[in-house]
């Protein structure tokens, strides 16, 4: 894997980067936490994202929040911070995994691999709860067209269904697209 390393001056800094090599990865970069990381994930393309540091302030988590939403990435977190708020703001920010204390070099792998498993397993469901939201979205456009066109044409709803059904299929549209115009035809003619 290719790794981003964030960290701020840390003992277990120069032990991480050897585990990472020696587990067989490539660190593509280093950042500073006030470094720009959405900036790095663009630049680096890497595949996770290891962060290092004591404990986390707003800023570092805003950076993690902005990469996780324009450039999602497995974040991995090595902490000395407890509090049990800073680990759900965290975990929001989209940490896909929070160590705290205690970096083993043999326990890197199996915490990389856990990451990135769980971070995918999320994704999935971010993928399926948008396609459920974008059909959802569909089905209220072609709704609130067959609407129009029951009311302003006197059509029954299985009518309505069909005459944009054949409009779409007439002219190589999706039925949304027709559903949308139908729909900015009403809003234009108001």
């Not at 540091?53 to 999602?72: A, G, H, K």
């Not at 396609?131 to 129009?148: D, H, N």
């Amino acid at each position: 894997m290719r790794v981003l390393l964030v960290e701020a001056e840390t003992p277990r800094a120069a032990g991480l980067e050897g585990s990472l090599r020696a587990a067989g990865h490539t660190v593509v970069g280093r950042a500073r936490p006030g470094d720009d990381l959405l900036e790095c994930v663009a630049a680096l393309t890497p595949d996770v994202i290891i962060v290092d540091i004591e404990s986390p302030d707003r800023d570092v988590l805003e950076s993690m929040r902005s990469v996780s939403r324009d450039r999602p990435r497995p974040i991995v977190m090595f902490t000395g911070e407890r509090d049990g708020d800073r680990i759900r703001e965290a975990i929001r920010a989209g940490v896909s995994a929070y160590v705290v204390d205690g970096l083993d070099p043999g326990r890197v792998q199996p915490i990389l691999d856990a990451a990135v498993a769980r971070f995918r397993e999320f994704e999935s469901l971010r993928r399926e709860r948008d396609e459920a939201r974008g059909r959802l979205e569909e089905r209220k456009t072609i709704e609130r067209a067959k609407g129009i066109l029951m009311s302003q044409r006197g059509m029954g709803e299985q009518q309505a269904y069909d005459a944009l059904r054949k409009v779409a299929m007439d002219r190589n549209l999706r039925l949304v697209e027709v559903a949308r115009s139908v729909i900015a035809a009403a809003d234009l003619l108001g």
